[in-house]
C-alpha cells in the first residue's frame, strides 16, 4: 500500500462509535466537503436516495429533550439526566435521511446506496 492508501485504512479501520466529542463544532466547509464526498456512492439507477440535513442549535436542544423525555419514561430520571448531559454535549448534528420508493427492490437499492453514502 501507498501511504496515503495506509493513511486511509487506519481511518477507516479506527472509525467507532464514540461519545467523547471535542467542545468545538466542526467548521462547516469541512462538514459540507464531507458531504460531498458521501454523495459519490454508489447508486442504482442514479437515484441519489440520500439527503443530509444539518441541525441547527435549537432543534438540536429539542432532539437532546425530547430524547431525555423519552429515556425517563423507560428508565427514570437518573437515566435521562445521563442522557440529556452526554447528547447536551455534542457540539454538531447531521442527520442522513433516506428517499422512499413504493418497490421493494428500489427501495433496497436506495436504502444499501444511502448506507454507503453515511460510509463515505
Known sequence: MTQRQD??????????????????RPPEEEVLAAIELARWAPNHK?????RFHIIGPETAAAIVELN???IEAAKGPEA??????RWGTIPG??????????????AREDYGACCCAIQN
Open 7 to 24: 493513511e486511509i485504512a487506519l481511518v477507516l479501520r479506527g472509525r467507532r462509535t464514540i461519545n467523547d466529542y471535542r467542545p468545538d
Open 46 to 50: 442514479l437515484t441519489q436516495p440520500w
Open 68 to 70: 431525555a423525555r423519552l
Open 80 to 85: 435521562a439526566e445521563s442522557k440529556r448531559r
Open 93 to 106: 448534528w447531521l442527520a442522513v435521511t433516506c428517499t422512499r420508493s413504493e418497490d421493494p427492490q428500489r
